[in-house]
């Protein structure tokens, strides 16, 4: 188990930055599959982003390709994620979540989940 932590949420405009931190405890960050997932208020959650335990390998959804980057620091158990060129659609809470083994684009595979950072982007 890890426990997760996000900050760096808040209120941007459109076509602005922000970067997320997602704080990991436990000294097995390292051995996860490390996510990013958003919920807009009326819809499902849906995965963001995807970066595997040592890091090479990345998953991006279609509509934050050349946007946002998932990064990971495993000597400091944090995951990022920089979102730039934000739209209004971008507007949810943002999680962060890990799962062992490989990169799966399914919600339901991942185990352990912070308990969210709010983005809203404005007009």
């Known amino acids: 188990q890890v426990q997760l932590v996000e900050s760096g949420g808040g209120l941007v405009q459109a076509g602005g930055s922000l970067r997320l931190s997602c704080a990991a405890s436990g000294r097995t960050f390292s051995t996860y599959t490390m996510g990013w997932f958003r919920q807009a208020p009326g819809k499902e959650r849906e995965i963001v982003a995807a970066?595997?335990?040592?890091?090479?390998?990345?998953y991006y959804a279609d509509s934050v390709k050349g946007r946002f980057t998932i990064s990971r620091d495993n000597a400091k158990n944090t995951l990022y994620l920089r979102m730039g060129s934000l739209k209004p659609e971008d507007t949810a809470v943002y999680y962060c979540?890990?799962?062992?083994?490989?990169?799966?684009?399914?919600?339901?595979?991942?185990?352990?989940w912070g308990q969210g950072t709010q983005v809203t982007v404005s007009s």
């Open positions: 979540a890990a799962k062992p083994g490989n990169i799966v684009v399914v919600t339901e595979a991942y185990n352990n």
């Open positions: 970066i595997g335990w040592i890091g090479g390998s990345t």
